[in-house]
């Protein structure tokens, strides 16, 4: 059975730093597209950043330059590193495995940004 689960949410102020991580088990990430996934109360959720199975990297307009995804094949993790948060990125961070039709989530980690 698949499962992910993520960890390294919290409280930060505004232009801090997280490293948010995604564990997988029960299958192995390469063969997944993985992505961070946010919502934030009262809006939809929207994809943050994605990772093909061949490493190729995309961003949402409002976290390019600040974010970065990135995996560790071993350890089999997904990473979200965000600098320079602001108030507006506090939300509930899930991670996706998707292939094909298959898809899976995570129960999310919780980003609060507030001075």
């Known amino acids: 059975q698949v499962q992910l689960v993520e960890s390294g949410g919290g409280l930060v102020r505004p232009g801090g730093s997280l490293r948010l991580s995604c564990v997988a088990s029960g299958t192995l990430i390469y063969i997944w597209d993985m992505g961070w996934f946010r919502q934030a109360p009262g809006k939809q959720r929207e994809l943050v950043a994605s990772i093909t199975r061949t490493n190729s990297t995309k961003y949402s307009d409002s976290v390019r330059g600040r974010f970065t995804i990135s995996k560790d094949i071993p350890k089999n993790t997904v990473y979200l590193q965000m600098s320079s948060l602001k108030f507006e990125d506090t939300a509930v961070y899930s991670c996706?495995?998707?292939?094909?039709?298959?898809?899976?989530w995570g129960q999310g980690t919780r980003v609060t940004v507030s001075s």
């Open positions: 996706n495995a998707s292939c094909l039709s298959a898809n899976h």
